[in-house]
C-alpha cells in the first residue's frame, strides 16, 4: 500500500532560522513528488514539482530533493519568516496506481 | 482565470439526504480528483479522474459516486450523506502529459478552496 509520512506534526522555530521537513513514502514506482502549503481554512498551493527522473527543485528560499532509493524527500527553507507559518503537506504520486497520495502534514510557525 | 472552482463552499445536510459537489476547472485539464480532509488523517484520495468517460476509486470511495462527462466538470455525489462524511472536501485538477497504458504522469496539481460539509 501507498503511504506517505510526514515528521514532525509540528515545528516552532524562531524567525531566521533555516528548517528542513522531512517526507517518506514507501511506493519506489513513484512518478512525482509535490509539497504544498495551506493556510487555515484555505486550498492547498503547489510549491514545488520533482518529476521522478529528478534530484531536487527550487524557488527562492525554498529547496526540495527527491531520493527514490531511500524513499524520501525533503522541503527545505532558508531564512524563515513568521509570513512562512502553515501546514506543509508532501504528496506522492504512484506510476503503478494513477494515485496521488498526501502525507499529513507538518504544521509550521515561525515566531517573530 | 478562476483555476478551480468549486460550489457550494458550505453546506449543512441531514443523515439520509443526497447532495452533489460541483467542481469545474477552466485550465483544459485531463486529470481531475476529489478529497476529504479530516484533523489528523491528512488529505485522503476518494475518486479522480484522468479524462472524460474515464473514472476510478480512490483510498475511500464507498458512499461517494462520481462521473466525468465534460473535461471541464468533475461533480462528487453524496447517495445517502452519513455523519461520517462530515469533513471538508476538495477537487484538484492537473495536466496529463504522459500515458502508458494505465499509467500517466500529472504536472502541478491545482485544488479548489474547499466544501465544508456537516451531516446532522
Known amino acids: 500500500k501507498q503511504e506517505v509520512t510526514q515528521i514532525p506534526a509540528a515545528l516552532s522555530v524562531p524567525e531566521g532560522e533555516n528548517l528542513v521537513l522531512n517526507c517518506s513514502f514507501t511506493?519506489?514506482?513513484?512518478?512525482?513528488l509535490q509539497w504544498f502549503r495551506q493556510d487555515p481554512g484555505k486550498g492547498l498551493t503547489s510549491l514545488l514539482l520533482i518529476q521522478s527522473s529528478q534530484r531536487e527543485q527550487t524557488s527562492g528560499r525554498l529547496n526540495a530533493s527527491l531520493d527514490k532509493s531511500s524513499g524520501r524527500s525533503t522541503l527545505y527553507i532558508a531564512a524563515s519568516q513568521p509570513g512562512d507559518s502553515a501546514t506543509y503537506l508532501c504528496?506522492?504520486?504512484?506510476?503503478?496506481?494513477?494515485?496521488?497520495?498526501f502525507g499529513q502534514g507538518t504544521t509550521l510557525q515561525v515566531k517573530p | 482565470n478562476a483555476g478551480v472552482t468549486q460550489t457550494p463552499k458550505f453546506q449543512v445536510l441531514k443523515t439520509g439526504q443526497s447532495m452533489t459537489l460541483q467542481c469545474a476547472q477552466d485550465m483544459n485539464h485531463e486529470y481531475m480528483s476529489w478529497y476529504r480532509q479530516d484533523p489528523g488523517m491528512g488529505l485522503r484520495l476518494i475518486h479522480y479522474?484522468?479524462?472524460?468517460?474515464?473514472?476510478d476509486q480512490g483510498e475511500v470511495p464507498n458512499g461517494y459516486n462520481v462521473s466525468r462527462s465534460t473535461t471541464e466538470d468533475f461533480p462528487l455525489r453524496l447517495l445517502s450523506a452519513a455523519p461520517s462524511q462530515t469533513s471538508v472536501y476538495f477537487c484538484a485538477s492537473s495536466s496529463v502529459y504522459m500515458r502508458t497504458g494505465r499509467h500517466f504522469n500529472t504536472g502541478e496539481l491545482f485544488f479548489g478552496e474547499g466544501s465544508r460539509l456537516t451531516v446532522l
Open positions: 504528496a506522492s504520486g504512484s506510476s503503478n496506481t494513477g494515485k496521488l497520495i
Open positions: 479522474s484522468v479524462g472524460a468517460g474515464i473514472t
Open positions: 511506493d519506489s514506482a513513484i512518478y512525482n
